[in-house]
């Protein structure tokens, strides 16, 4: 099946590391990407090819893979940080996305 | 720049159908595929259904496959979500966006209700 698992919830204070995770057994075979939704605006892709950064996306977020899970890491968390952040892959001919995992900064 | 435009939602009673379109602009909108993604309320991002860049090829999500049809018009930079058969749990903001998600627009919400 074509399942990714995100904790729904993560919480840090300004200035810490968050790391969120995401597993998925056709990760081990497909890149993922992550993408930042804020309430009310669109989703904003914040990493490709489970590590590549776009342009304009700020360097304190980054990823990483190792097997089955990739993980989004963002370093010195600030409050405008606050949103929920999905995993993605392609899996055949579908597109799936993870849960979601709601960052809290306070 | 790339900018993705949705229209067509509303409110919509249980049975009846909607188009929804997404106009785009700032890039050759011919040469990428395209989906659709939702977001019930108080949920995650739901994809729904990808179109090729041709139109050639359709794919949905397995749940949806059959009440929901995707098309697209290359000459009119226009992506296209039939959705028939409306029921309340359909009610959701309905994304377009580049396959791969690169670019999305902000999304028209729908409302299935009597």
């Known amino acids: 099946s074509y399942d990714l698992t995100q904790p729904s919830s993560v919480s840090v204070s300004p200035g810490q590391t968050a790391k969120i995770t995401c597993s998925g057994d056709f990760l081990t075979r497909k890149y993922a990407r992550w993408f930042q939704h804020k309430p009310g605006q669109a989703p904003v892709l914040l990493i490709l090819?489970?590590?590549e950064r776009p342009s304009g996306i700020p360097d304190r977020f980054s990823g990483s893979a190792s097997g089955a899970t990739v993980t989004l890491t963002i370093s010195g968390a600030q409050v405008e940080d606050e949103a929920v952040y999905y995993c993605y892959a392609p899996a055949d001919n579908n597109r799936v996305f993870g849960g979601g995992t709601t960052l809290t900064v306070l | 720049q790339v900018q993705l435009v949705e229209s067509g939602g509303g409110v919509v009673q249980p049975g009846r159908s909607l188009s929804l379109s997404c106009v785009a602009s700032g890039f050759n909108f011919r040469d990428y595929g395209m989906f659709w993604v939702r977001q019930a309320p108080g949920k995650g991002l739901e994809w729904v259904a990808l179109?090729?860049?041709?139109?050639?090829?359709?794919y949905y999500v397995d749940s949806l496959r059959g009440r929901f049809t995707v098309s697209r018009d290359n000459s009119k930079n226009s992506l296209y979500l039939q959705v028939n058969t409306l029921r309340p749990d359909d009610t959701a903001v309905y994304y377009c966006?580049?396959?791969?998600?690169?670019?999305w627009g902000r999304g028209t919400l729908v409302v299935v209700s009597s």
């Open positions: 966006a580049i396959d791969g998600g690169e670019r």
């Open positions: 090819r489970d590590t």
């Open positions: 179109i090729s860049y041709d139109g050639s090829q359709r």
